[in-house]
């Protein structure tokens, strides 16, 4: 009993955050949900990813997959996928959803630190999509997909800046005026700057080799890549 309250105290999670994501679990597939923003954003990524990092025949991780959506169309891409994440039900509806689409993506319940500690330096690839500003302590999500990398392998991040326009447009315009996103969903205190994350992945022996700024336009309702960083960003890095 002591070593699993021990185990849980450790473990570099969140529980409502956690919560928030079990809650909306059955949608992950649902284009028209809550999910709707990350079905929209995944073509954009998707062509980030593959355009640097050539998806074809390489051993990719998605840490904090969800429900699949970016890991089943790596595995589309032709790359061989792991999804890992520390939501059961995310996980059980990735599982069944590949039964469906006939993706074959290794799902794991497992936290990203451990699985550094499992097997360092074996992927090509390594993607963290949205989910550094879920968690306590990001530096160690990043430091521990940077073990996880092969030397010159590619580490993606993205996440939300920090900033009063950051807030406007994915707390109050997201959440509360266009209702993308669940009211809660997101916690400005956990954003995160270019600068800190660039810091953190410096640190883990990463070298910062570019970024896009990924903006929705209300009026046409479509999100689109640019130079613009000042809300939603990616940022792609390379281990020395
Ligand atoms: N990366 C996916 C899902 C983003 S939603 C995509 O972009 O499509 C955020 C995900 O992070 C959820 O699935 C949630 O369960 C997961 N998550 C939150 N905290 C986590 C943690 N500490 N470790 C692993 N996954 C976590």
Known sequence: MATETKTIQTLNADTLEL????????KWWDKNSEFKPLHEINPLRLAYIDGLAGLKGKRVLDVGCGGGILSESMYFKG?????IDLGEKALNVAKLHQLESGAKVAYQLVSVEQLATEQAASFDVVTCMEMLEHVPDPESVVAACARLVKPGGSVFFSTINRNPKAY???VIGAEYLLNLLPKGTHDYAKFIKPSELSSWARHAGLNVSGMRGMSYNPITQHYCLGDDVSVNYLMHTQLT
């Open 19 to 26: 919560q928030k994501f079990a809650e909306l679990a059955h």
């Open 79 to 83: 790359a061989d996928v792991v999804g």
């Open 168 to 170: 406007l447009f994915a």
